[in-house]
């Protein structure tokens, strides 16, 4: 009797035991929800709506279970495709575009990685009038809050449907109204390159369309200019003319900037021969190296591209 009861405990223990291991592997598993009985409620444009405006932000609500959404738009309608305008994946739930005169149907789904929602789609016209009230450029090159190092700098645009000129400004603030006047000038480019900047800090640029019968509205964006480079990087170990076996840890003190390191370890005092060029997220690292006299340092860089000094720099023999 007390055999069959020990039987009874051990079988109960092992089925327990599987069911936990189960429930416990299934959690590893990520459900994503079923996105195809489902669709996006769409919040502006409304539908069927006509406007004199180029320029518009196509917005809906977001969907529970979607990781993105799928905008398309089509002209004159997705029945008779005369041309796809658009067909873009978007991470955020409104996305703004330039149409031009015509008439165009836009639609968005949810989708995720197993699925995808209903199309939900609308209408939309877009009148031939040569008004530029309301309306903005595209702006492409270069990004907003765009951080860099360079003197030179490309700025362009898309074409605004009824502009024969834009004007430009660049101004070292921080918004079009105030600040140093860099550049104002009237061109009929869509692209234009200024040199030789030497301010740091923020800068705003600028571009409005424009014709004979109005002018449209500035779009703006803003940028940092960083000529700064990141303090030498000081070297803690090994020490200089340090005699020693491989493998050889190497290390260095930190800082409180956002940089990255770059770890080069040469057999000449010029660094011209690498033996070890390696970008490090820590402050050491250690390499198996030969017999032999080497040289190294580290080279910090900022999120702007400036780079450290390379003057400070050890020698090390390998034995």
Do not use: C, M
């Given at each position: 009797m007390q055999k069959k009861n020990f039987i009874l405990h051990y079988t109960y223990k092992l089925l327990l035991i599987s069911g936990v291991l189960f429930i416990a592997s299934g959690c590893d598993d990520i459900i994503e929800m079923e996105l195809s009985d489902r669709k996006v409620y769409l919040v502006a444009p409304s539908d069927s709506v006509v406007s004199d405006v180029y320029t518009h932000t196509f917005t809906w609500e977001e969907m529970q279970g979607a990781t993105h959404y799928q905008l398309r738009i089509a002209s004159p309608n997705f029945n008779y495709i005369e041309e796809l305008v658009l067909d873009s994946n978007v991470s955020d739930n409104e996305y703004t575009y330039n149409l031009y005169p015509g008439t165009f149907q836009w639609g968005v789904r949810g989708v995720n990685g197993s699925s995808y929602s209903?199309?939900?789609?609308?209408?939309?016209?877009?009148?031939?009038?040569?008004?530029?009230?309301?309306?903005?450029?595209?702006?492409?090159?270069?990004?907003?809050?765009?951080?860099?190092?360079?003197?030179?700098?490309?700025?362009?645009?898309?074409?605004?449907?009824?502009?024969?000129?834009?004007?430009?400004?660049?101004?070292?603030?921080?918004?079009?109204?105030?600040?140093?006047?860099?550049?104002?000038?009237?061109?009929?480019?869509?692209?234009?390159?200024?040199?030789?900047?030497?301010?740091?800090?923020?800068?705003?640029?600028?571009?409005?369309?424009m014709n004979d019968l109005s002018n449209s509205d500035y779009a703006t964006r803003v940028f940092e200019l960083d000529l700064t480079a990141p303090s030498a990087v000081t070297l803690t170990a090994p020490a200089n003319n340090n005699s020693q076996y491989s493998p050889v840890e190497f290390s260095w003190l930190g800082t409180s900037e956002t940089v990255y390191d770059t770890l080069e370890i040469a057999t000449d005092s010029l660094f011209n021969n690498f033996d070890t060029r390696v970008g490090s997220d820590s402050l050491s690292y250690t390499s198996t190296l030969g017999t032999g006299t080497y040289y190294w340092r580290v080279i910090r860089s900022d999120e702007a591209g400036n780079s450290s000094s390379g003057d400070n720099y050890r020698r090390l023999i390998v034995q």
């Open positions: 209903q199309w939900t789609v609308r209408t939309i016209e877009i009148d031939s009038s040569l008004s530029l009230i309301g309306n903005q450029p595209t702006l492409q090159l270069p990004f907003n809050n765009y951080l860099t190092n360079q003197t030179s700098i490309d700025f362009n645009w898309l074409e605004l449907i009824n502009a024969n000129a834009y004007q430009f400004k660049l101004v070292q603030g921080s918004s079009l109204s105030s600040g140093l006047l860099i550049a104002d000038t009237t061109i009929t480019d869509i692209n234009i390159s200024i040199d030789n900047l030497s301010i740091e800090g923020s800068y705003v640029w600028g571009v409005r369309g």
